[in-house]
């Protein structure tokens, strides 16, 4: 019987084969020992978690950091807007005393550059006499007249300031000829001036207040009221 060589190189082959271990054969880890792969997982998401803890105390440190700043700049604001608002209440004062001022002086010059003498009353640019003698209606036209004035020849906004005690003579009377009033220079009283009956006879028109108008006889002695513009040169009355 013919047997054949057993080739050393074939002997070592499977000898190497019985170590080497089978596809089907599962490699068991000890209880200590990982994957590589899952180490390296396992550190990634370790380093994750660090920087995500080192993220949260950034943000919470810098929000502590950042709120007094925050606090201040408000501050700081609100003291901005009450400055502005103080400097704008007070030049709206400043330039509403210095209007005032400027009205008052304004004022002050008007009444000197038309001063009124002694016993006459001043109002609009305007010079009164309420005269305290009494005197027919036509002796009161020429005591204004000497006076550089003539009779009161009222206005709306004159019969709203004066309210007198006792009737006094204004320049306004009938010719008895018109059958309407007229001013003393000669002109017709316009028609809703004063609500006056149609005179028929020469009369003279006597004021003591918007209400209270009389038609009198103009021999009747009465106080009168003068008036100057300001275009007379009004002289002091003597006696």
């Not at 009205?103 to 009164?128: A, I």
């Not at 007249?145 to 009737?167: A, Q, V, Y």
Request: hydrophobic content about 35%; overall charge neutral.
């Amino acid at each position: 019987m013919n047997k054949e060589p057993i080739n050393n190189a074939t002997l070592k082959w499977g000898s190497q084969q019985k170590d080497m271990p089978t596809n089907n054969t599962k490699h068991k880890f000890g209880s200590n020992e990982l994957p590589l792969v899952k180490k390296k997982l396992i550190h990634h998401k370790i380093h994750e978690r660090q920087d995500e803890n080192t993220a949260e105390d950034v943000d919470v440190k810098g929000d502590v950091s950042l709120h007094p700043w925050s606090l201040i700049s408000g501050l700081l604001a609100v003291t901005c807007l009450l400055l502005l608002t103080m400097a704008i209440v007070l030049a709206v004062f400043t330039l509403g005393s210095s209007s005032k001022e400027v009205h008052s002086s304004n004022e002050q010059k008007g009444s000197s550059c038309h001063s009124c003498p002694k016993d006459w009353f001043w109002f609009r640019n305007n010079c009164y006499y309420f005269s305290k003698e009494e005197l027919t209606w036509r002796e009161s036209q020429l005591a204004c007249l000497s006076l550089n004035s003539s009779l009161l020849k009222i206005t709306r906004e004159e019969m709203d300031l004066f309210t007198l005690k006792s009737f006094s003579w204004i320049g306004i009377y009938s010719n008895g000829i018109d059958r309407w009033w007229l001013w003393e220079n000669g002109t017709a009283l316009p028609f809703d001036m004063f609500f006056l009956p149609t005179v028929h006879k020469q009369v003279c028109l006597s004021y003591r207040s918007r209400e209270a108008l009389l038609d009198e006889s103009c021999e009747n002695n009465l106080t009168y009221i003068c008036k100057s513009h300001p275009t007379f040169s009004v002289n002091s009355q003597e006696g």
